[in-house]
Structures are given as C-alpha cells and as structure tokens.
C-alpha cells in the first residue's frame, strides 16, 4: 500500500476546480488500494490537515515526509506553475508530475510559444502588455485577449472590435500583471494527452476534440455538459502532426507524469498551438481521464499508473 500525499485548494481563480481534481483523485486512490493523505491549502494560502485542521508549514513537512509519493492537484499558480514541485523536491519526497523549470515554463503562456516556436511548432502572432504598456496599446483586429499565467480560461475575452478591448484587458488584469493579446486563430479544437512513462516512452491518448463557438470559457468547462468529442475525427496526416508537436514540447519543457496540449486546427491543417498544461484538470469527467479512458486506461488504472511511476 503506497501512502500518497494529495494536496488541493490553492489561492488562484481555480481553487473550487483544483478541489474536485483533489476529491477525485482521493476517491481513485481509496479504490486502487493506496492510503490517500489529503492536504487543502485555502484561499489565503493556509494549508490544512485532513480533518480541516490549521497546520503551519513544519506541520506540511512532516505530513508530506510520511508519506512515499505526493501527487499534486492544484491548478494555477501556487500548483502548477511548480511551486509545489519545488517544496517537494526541498522536503526530498517523490513529486507526481513535472518539475519546477518545466511546470513554470508551461504555466506561463507567452514562455510556452516562445518554446514551441523554437521547436517549430506554429504559434498565433501576438503581443505581451503590461499595466504600463497597455496604456497606449491599439488594437487592430479580432483578438483574444488572455492572462499570461492563468487558468480554466479565467480572464480570457473574444474581442472583435477595438472598442470593446479596454474591457478585455480590464478582465486580464485580474488575473495576472502581464497579459497576453493575440490574433484570433479559427479551426478546431484540439487537446493532445502526453503520459510520460519512466522508460522513455510516450503514450499519446487518443485524441479530443472541443465542439463549441468562440472562447470555451469557464462557464463552458464547467457549468455543465462540455461538448468534448473522443477520439477527435482526424485524418492521419493531422493526428501524426499533432502528435509529433505534443510530444516534442513535453519533452523540451522536461515533463514528467501527464500534460495536456491544447491546438487549433485551420483550415490548413497545419496546428496552432494554444496551451500546454502539466496539472490539468482531473475529475474522472476532465478532458485528460476521457481520453485515455477512450484508449483503455480507467481513472483508478491512470491515477495508479501516475503514482507507481513518481514512486
């Protein structure tokens, strides 16, 4: 029996989503046969035992070094951007997913193009503000106005004309300090799973594809039903393109565990990429445990999987 720390909550926009990802994990531990330790950390940062008790940072240490792996499932910053990667790593207790360089690389958007350019791979056009230069910034055209550093589509607004681009950025701000304003990118909707295994290998999940309009917001995510189609229907031109774009990034941005890859597919067929996110969301009805439950792998089989091999 593995004891496996499960720490959820956080202080971003996505603590109520990061609960369930947490809930959903402990259930899938409870029935894998493993000892699940839950850890909430509230909205203020405070971290707190399974009984809902306060507990300092000595107290998180000691709970975390009792136990064999940790398995992290707090979404946004404080969580994914590898800040709990890191305390891991300085408290010496094996870490499910990736490592600090890379979480915080790929929680930061505008740092993620940057890498999968490099790569190759093709990226929307667009600009980073701050409060500073957004003072004097004009749009153009159609745009997607987005936080640089977070999640669950928080703060993300389709702007189709320049009038309504103040209230956009108003939006972002939000969320983050540094804001990411890109060209509208029109195609389908693509997410690519990645699970890294300890030999090397890559399995890739069949992939899914996101039916919806405009900005698949958070009301869209999770205010009922998502239109999510698995596997996406691709021809095998495509399917190899995004697959070989997936993979690449996670192993440039060093990744471990599973991550998501989101694109868009023109026209063209040549992808765009979105988004890269190394703690996506985990509920046994989140976009990563479908696609792999499409290619055989239950919730309890993937999250045991994720475990035994961070153990």
């Given at each position: ?263 868009f597919v023109p026209d063209d067929g040549v992808p765009v990429f979105n988004e890269i996110n190394t703690v996506p969301g985990f509920t046994p009805a989140s976009q990563v445990p479908r696609m792999f439950a499409a290619d055989g792998l239950s919730y309890v089989e993937l999250v045991d999987l994720l475990v035994a091999d961070a153990s």
């Amino acid at each position: 029996m593995t004891r496996v720390a499960v720490i959820g909550g956080g202080t971003s926009a996505e603590h109520e989503v990061s609960l369930a990802s947490a809930a959903g994990v402990v259930g899938a531990l409870l029935e894998g046969g493993h000892d699940p330790v839950a850890l909430t950390i509230d909205r203020d940062g405070d971290w707190h035992d399974a009984g809902g008790c306060l507990i300092g940072l000595p107290g998180v240490v000691h709970v975390l070094r009792t136990c064999d792996v940790v398995l992290p499932m707090v979404h946004g910053r404080g969580g994914e951007d590898g800040a709990l990667a890191a305390l891991c790593a300085f408290v010496g207790v094996p870490c499910v997913g990736t490592p600090l360089t890379g979480s915080a690389i790929g929680m930061d958007k505008a740092a993620a193009k940057l890498a999968a350019a490099d790569l190759g791979i093709r990226v929307a056009s667009g600009r980073v503000l701050t409060r500073a230069s957004a003072a004097g910034y004009e749009g153009t055209g159609p745009a997607v106005v987005k936080p640089v550093g977070a999640g669950s589509s928080r703060g993300v607004t389709l702007v189709e004309d320049a009038a309504a681009l103040p209230a956009a950025l108003a939006a972002a701000f939000e969320h983050d300090d540094r804001v990411l304003v890109e060209e509208v990118v029109r195609g389908r909707e693509i997410d690519v799973a990645v699970l890294g295994r300890p030999d090397g290998s890559r399995r890739v999940a069949p992939m899914l594809e996101i039916l919806r309009d405009g900005v698949f917001d958070f009301d869209a995510k999770y205010g009922g039903e998502p239109p999510f189609v698995v596997p996406a229907p691709l021809d095998d031109a495509t399917w190899a393109r995004l697959r070989a774009d997936a993979v690449a990034l996670y192993d440039a941005l060093g990744c471990r565990g599973v991550a998501r890859v989101d694109f868009f597919v023109p026209d063209d067929g040549v992808p765009v990429f979105n988004e890269i996110n190394t703690v996506p969301g985990f509920t046994p009805a989140s976009q990563v445990p479908r696609m792999f439950a499409a290619d055989g792998l239950s919730y309890v089989e993937l999250v045991d999987l994720l475990v035994a091999d961070a153990s």
